[in-house]
């Protein structure tokens, strides 16, 4: 039951019957109705009477649903049963061939075309359009904002055409061949050979082991028209396919649309039974060591049992209750042992249906260095005592308060739910033969469960999650390990000990331990900005906050709270540890109460605390509740006059760094991660990845020394975005941020407020990877300005930028397939007045980066010598407006646009003019921007080529 599962995944976060009536006249044959819709046969779950189901009498199923959210936008989806299990050896990487052939071209629209009637439309291609084969399906996307009965006809008429007859043409083929070709190439490297390791191990003897969804080169080259079309005629058939449509438009229209266009599709032929994908199998090698020199020491253990399809009912969904809360209770015993210093960074178990091939219970673990035979004995010892013990009643309380509130967020949540995200769930549901039910269903299961939630009952459940018919282990390790194979065996089998201690204290705090914080302050001025209904407010000691209340998504609150200058508040050269604030600051505590008494304090309420830095002040965020806004507000504010300075967080922080450090080399894309914003900033410190040598320099003193004066600075501006009452903002407000001290704002430096573009590059700058030798990255960047007054013509560059990656697209990926994932982007930093920049990027094959950058640059020229197209700039900024008044039904696009406003009010401006700077942008005006700035002395470069052992770009493996 998908809802069931999307409950738990909530939880885990917090810690961390209608019937299609015919009301319209068609010209196809009814679908077939019934009492009990085709997904909920066999199952006791109450129907999500909010979805109308059908089947076509040709075997077609379908589901649709009216959800307005956000505004005007409908989503379908398209589900083939058919993915990479369904292929033969020979045919590996057939399904997501034809999936990329399906989009270029088919009956109703020319090759290439599909996408341009979309992007008219205003669909950005990628994410609003877009496909996805996995080993068990292949599920078609389409997101169409501003969705018109002409738009939405059109859509569901192209759609058809690519399912029912995509064009398979040896011509087709050969394009689209090259372009999977540089896209295995692009994913290829240390991340692929783990994923692939770890499959091919823990799945032995079944079907999946040896399916990579991609597929092989050589069954890729080998493919041809003949042998794809009978794949496609096997397995796209009306019985095997499922469309799937939520949106602003009524179920009966979105119901017709189904019908005429896939009533009188029929399939070739007798329909193919399923493969055996075959059950889990003792027979095979039980542990299995990986060495993969970018990659950091990780340990996975699978206890997996045979995959049957169940009988979704409410018994068994109690079950999957019961099974969650003993595996949470177990992540949050590892969690503690982590935050306590132990010998592994992070570990999880988890419990998974994978691809109808197994039930597996998973855990995976980050040693601390290459500790990892310690932290697997560390995770199986904790997870003895869970199999040995049954949890106290104190235990089960706990979690059960975090579920509840969570299946109770998740059910005022579900009103304003995107329907896209409702449309997956359907898929999903389909995809592992299960159901789906509405919120108010679940959280009654749930409540019904109170006297199950025994610890005989929980003990019973983990027991079983972790009895299987086969457990294998696999150890990735950046160096070679001597008796490797014989270690890895043990790790798995050595006898444990029960580990006791990383049971919670039952002794629980409450707000009061907090610091104290000082009187109440008061409020001395507000006012509103009619426009859109904001209240601007000032408290007595300075803070200042902006407050936005609204229904737009009920029962939740965005707040952002912000203080000091960010990267503004120290010089280039004094940025060597602003990196590790984000990995430390919400971990350290509070005063001398440790971050896990604190999760304790809050257990089962909407309280966070996540830090991060921006480019002009630091930021606690969270989303609350309104049950919860007061305490939420006392917490950040106690944090930043009572910051903790644990060093366990430090430490901890310190290792995943290094550990992580080596995975930068894996590939040209994640040198790229590692380097290009420091030296697109000129090499900047602020924006500089720390190497292990530069991090065991530090150690707890110098992090709270560096780190103090920081948390201390003003000014501090509070944002709170959504639903809650103003006047008990206020209160709460004034009893948390306005009990702080004042704090002055502090001014920033000549030094620290600019930010300086790198110099051009005659010859590219070059960087090295350790990954795939057929692997390289390009750059080729030009300066451009910054600064909240210039504005409008950042987000023109954005449209001169949507314009060079189309051409990227449909030339350098769709005609030349030279790369999978060409890209340009434009960054226009408001908070900065310099160090803008237009980039384009792409992976290339090392011969062809030469190619990339001949490309861009007569990319730039025809741009200077020749304004755009009206269609071209309509392709552009059609799917940009659409993007803006889609993000504008929810919060955080507010917040986002005008954090920082009560000190700068220039952003009230600049967010009024957003929609027009888009709209209004012209083919002279781009025309002009690239004149102004794509000049060719002083473009910068930059290529990740392969490393070699003589320091030279050429093959390393």
């Given at each position: 039951?998908?809802?069931?599962s999307?409950?738990l995944?909530?939880?885990a976060?917090l810690?961390?019957t209608n019937t299609?009536?015919q009301t319209?006249?068609?010209?196809?044959a009814s679908?077939?109705t019934?009492?009990?819709?085709w997904?909920y046969?066999g199952?006791d779950?109450?129907?999500?009477?909010?979805?109308?189901?059908?089947v076509?009498?040709?075997g077609l199923?379908?589901a649709?649903?009216?959800?307005d959210?956000?505004a005007g936008?409908?989503?379908?989806?398209v589900?083939?049963?058919?993915?990479?299990?369904?292929?033969n050896n020979?045919?590996q990487g057939?399904?997501?061939?034809?999936e990329?052939l399906?989009?270029?071209?088919?009956?109703?629209?020319?090759d290439?075309?599909?996408?341009?009637?979309?992007?008219?439309?205003?669909v950005?291609?990628?994410s609003?359009?877009?496909?996805?084969?996995?080993?068990t399906?292949t599920?078609?996307?389409?997101?169409l904002?501003?969705?018109t009965q002409e738009k939405?006809?059109e859509s569901?008429?192209?759609?058809s055409?690519?399912?029912?007859?995509?064009?398979i043409s040896?011509t087709?083929?050969?394009?689209?061949?090259?372009?999977v070709?540089a896209e295995?190439r692009?994913?290829?490297?240390a991340q692929?050979?783990?994923?692939?390791?770890?499959?091919?191990h823990a799945?032995?003897g079944?079907?999946?082991?040896?399916r990579?969804?991609?597929?092989t080169?050589?069954?890729l080259?080998?493919a041809?028209a003949i042998?794809?079309?009978a794949?496609h005629?096997?397995w796209y058939?009306?019985?095997?396919t499922?469309v799937?449509?939520?949106g602003?438009?009524?179920?009966?229209?979105?119901?017709?649309l189904?019908?005429?266009?896939f009533n009188d599709?029929?399939g070739?032929g007798?329909r193919a039974?399923?493969p055996?994908?075959?059950?889990?199998?003792?027979?095979?090698t039980p542990?299995?060591?990986l060495?993969?020199?970018t990659?950091?020491?990780m340990?996975n253990i699978?206890y997996?049992r045979?995959w049957?399809k169940?009988?979704?009912?409410?018994?068994y969904?109690?079950q999957l209750?019961?099974?969650?809360l003993?595996?949470q209770i177990?992540?949050?015993?590892?969690?503690?042992?982590a935050?306590?210093?132990?010998?592994?960074?992070f570990a999880?178990?988890a419990?998974e249906?994978i691809s109808?091939?197994?039930?597996a219970t998973?855990?995976?673990?980050?040693?601390?260095?290459?500790?990892?035979?310690a932290?697997t004995?560390?995770?199986?010892?904790?997870?003895?005592d869970a199999?040995?013990?049954?949890p106290?009643?104190?235990?089960?309380?706990?979690?059960r308060?975090?579920?509840?509130?969570?299946l109770?967020?998740?059910?005022d949540?579900?009103?304003f739910?995107?329907?896209?995200?409702?449309?997956d769930?359907i898929?999903?549901a389909?995809?592992?033969?299960?159901?789906v039910a509405?919120?108010?269903t679940?959280v009654?299961v749930y409540e019904?469960?109170k006297?199950?939630?025994?610890?005989e009952?929980l003990?019973?459940?983990?027991?079983?999650?972790?009895s299987?018919?086969v457990i294998?282990?696999?150890v990735?390790?950046p160096t070679?390990?001597?008796?490797?194979?014989n270690r890895?065996l043990?790790a798995?089998?050595a006898?444990?000990a029960?580990?006791?201690?990383?049971?919670?204290?039952e002794n629980?705090?409450?707000f009061a331990a907090?610091?104290?914080l000082g009187?109440?302050g008061?409020l001395?001025?507000e006012d509103?900005?009619s426009?859109?209904d904001i209240?601007r407010?000032?408290l007595?000691n300075?803070?200042?906050?902006l407050?936005?209340?609204?229904?737009?998504?009920?029962?939740?609150?965005?707040?952002l709270v912000r203080f000091?200058?960010?990267y503004?508040?120290v010089?280039?050269?004094?940025?060597?540890?602003?990196?590790a604030?984000p990995?430390?600051l919400?971990?350290?505590g509070?005063?001398?109460?440790?971050?896990?008494e604190?999760?304790?304090?809050?257990?089962?309420?909407?309280?966070?605390?996540?830090?991060s830095?921006?480019?002009?002040?630091?930021q606690f965020?969270?989303?609350?509740?309104?049950?919860?806004l007061?305490?939420?507000?006392?917490?950040i504010?106690t944090?930043l006059?009572?910051?903790?300075?644990?060093?366990a967080?430090?430490e901890r922080a310190?290792?995943?760094a290094t550990s992580?450090?080596?995975?930068?080399?894996?590939?040209a894309?994640?040198?790229?991660?590692?380097?290009?914003?420091y030296?697109?900033r000129?090499?900047?410190?602020?924006?500089k990845?720390?190497?292990?040598?530069e991090?065991?320099?530090i150690d707890?003193?110098q992090?709270?020394?560096?780190?103090?004066?920081l948390?201390a600075?003003?000014?501090?501006e509070?944002l709170l975005?959504g639903?809650f009452?103003k006047?008990e903002?206020?209160?709460?407000?004034?009893?948390?941020?306005g009990?702080m001290?004042?704090?002055?704002?502090?001014p920033?430096?000549?030094a620290?407020s600019?930010l300086?573009?790198?110099?051009?590059?005659a010859?590219?700058?070059?960087?090295t990877?350790?990954g795939?030798?057929?692997q390289?990255?390009a750059v080729?960047?030009?300066p451009?300005g910054?600064?909240?007054s210039?504005?409008t013509?950042?987000r023109?560059?954005?449209?001169l930028?949507?314009i060079?990656?189309?051409?990227?697209f449909?030339?350098f990926r769709?005609e030349q397939?030279?790369s999978y994932?060409?890209?340009?982007?434009a960054?226009?930093?408001?908070n900065?007045?310099s160090?803008g920049?237009?980039m384009a990027?792409?992976q290339?094959?090392?011969?062809?980066?030469?190619?990339?950058f001949?490309f861009a640059d007569?990319?730039?020229?025809?741009?200077i010598?020749n304004p755009?197209?009206a269609?071209e700039l309509?392709?552009?900024?059609?799917?940009?407006?659409?993007a803006?008044?889609r993000?504008?039904?929810?919060?955080?696009f507010?917040?986002?646009?005008?954090k920082g406003?009560?000190y700068h009010?220039?952003r009230?401006?600049?967010?009024?003019r957003?929609?027009s700077?888009?709209?209004?942008v012209?083919p002279?005006?781009?025309q002009?921007?690239?004149?102004?700035?794509?000049?060719?002395?002083?473009?910068w470069?930059l290529?990740v080529?392969?490393h070699?052992?003589d320091?030279?770009?050429?093959a390393?493996?």
């Open positions: 039951m998908r809802k069931f999307y409950a995944a909530l939880a976060l810690l961390s299609y009536a319209a006249s068609v010209t196809t679908a077939k019934g009492a009990q819709p997904l046969e199952s779950v109450p129907v999500d009477d909010t979805w109308t189901f059908g076509l009498p040709n199923r379908y649709v649903k009216k959800n959210v956000p936008q409908v989503s379908i989806r589900r083939i049963d058919a993915g990479a299990l369904h292929e020979d045919e057939f399904a997501h061939l034809i990329h399906s989009f270029r071209g088919s009956t109703f629209v020319p290439g075309e599909a996408k341009r009637i979309w992007q008219r439309f205003g950005t291609f990628g609003d359009s877009n496909a996805q084969t996995t080993p399906q599920v078609y996307k389409l997101d904002p501003n969705a939405l006809d569901v008429k192209i759609i055409g690519m399912i029912r007859n995509p064009r040896p087709a083929l050969n394009a689209e061949r090259a372009i070709l295995l692009e994913n290829s490297g692929m050979i783990y994923s692939d390791a770890l499959r091919q799945f032995q079944q079907r999946l082991a040896s990579s969804t991609i597929g080169p050589e069954t080259q080998a041809d042998h794809l079309s794949f005629d096997r058939r009306p019985e095997n499922v799937v449509m939520a602003d438009m009524e179920p009966a229209q979105l119901a017709n189904v019908q005429r266009y599709w029929k070739k007798a039974p399923e055996d994908f075959g059950d889990p199998s003792p027979q095979g542990a299995r060591v060495i993969e020199p990659l950091p020491h340990v699978s997996l045979p049957r169940v009988n979704d009912t409410i018994a969904n109690e209750l019961i099974d969650a003993a595996m177990i992540n949050r015993r590892l969690e503690v042992q935050r306590n210093g132990g010998n592994y960074l999880q178990v419990q249906d109808r091939t197994a039930d998973l855990v995976s673990l980050t040693p601390v260095g290459d500790q990892w035979e932290a004995r560390d995770v199986r010892a904790i997870i003895a199999v040995a013990t049954a106290s009643v104190a235990d089960i309380d706990r979690e308060t975090l579920f509840g509130n969570a109770r967020t998740m059910l949540s579900y009103p739910e995107a329907a896209a995200k409702q449309a769930d898929v999903s389909v995809d592992i033969r299960e159901t509405a919120p108010k679940v009654q019904g469960l006297d199950n939630f025994t610890p009952r003990l019973e459940s983990t027991q079983k999650l972790f299987a018919d294998r282990l696999l990735s390790s070679s390990i001597p008796d490797a194979d890895a043990a798995l089998n006898p444990v029960a580990n006791t201690s990383a049971r919670l204290s629980t705090l409450g907090l610091p104290q009187p109440p008061t001395v001025a509103i900005l426009r859109w209240n407010l000032e007595s300075g803070v200042r906050a407050l936005y209340p609204n229904k737009a998504e009920s029962g939740q609150i965005r707040l000091g200058r960010g503004q508040a010089n280039p050269d004094q940025g060597g540890l602003l990196w604030g990995l430390v919400s971990e350290n509070i005063g001398n109460i440790k971050r896990t604190i999760d304790q304090m809050v257990n089962g309420r909407r309280i966070e605390l996540n830090f830095v921006d480019d002009d002040a630091f965020g969270a989303n609350t509740r309104p049950d919860d007061a305490d939420q507000l006392i917490l504010a944090k006059e009572h910051p903790g300075w644990d060093p967080p430090v310190k290792a995943l992580g450090y080596a995975s930068f080399e894996m590939s894309m994640s040198v790229l991660q590692r380097d290009l914003e030296l697109l000129n090499k900047d410190a602020r924006w990845s720390a190497t292990p040598a991090v065991a320099k707890a003193a992090f709270e020394a560096y780190w103090q004066p948390m600075q003003g000014p501090v509070v975005f639903d009452d006047s903002a206020v209160k709460a407000l004034e009893k948390s941020f009990a001290a004042p704090r002055a704002p502090l920033v430096s000549t620290a600019e300086r573009f790198p110099a051009p590059t010859a590219p700058l070059r960087l990877h350790r795939a030798s057929d390289a990255a080729m960047a030009w451009t910054g600064g909240i210039g504005i013509e950042g023109q560059l954005e449209t930028a949507a060079f990656r189309d051409r990227l449909e030339k769709a397939a030279a994932s060409p890209d340009m982007a960054n226009w930093p408001i900065f007045n160090g920049y237009l990027y792409a290339v094959n090392p011969a062809d980066v030469d190619r990339f001949a007569d990319v730039a020229a025809d741009l010598a755009v197209s269609d309509q392709r552009a900024v059609e799917p940009t407006k659409q803006i008044e993000a504008a039904s929810g919060n955080t507010w917040l986002n646009q005008l406003a009560s009010p220039e009230f401006v600049a967010l009024g957003l929609y700077d888009f709209n209004d012209t002279p005006i781009l002009s921007l690239a004149q102004r700035y794509f000049i060719k002395d002083k473009a470069k290529v080529a392969p070699s052992d320091g030279t770009a050429t390393a493996r």
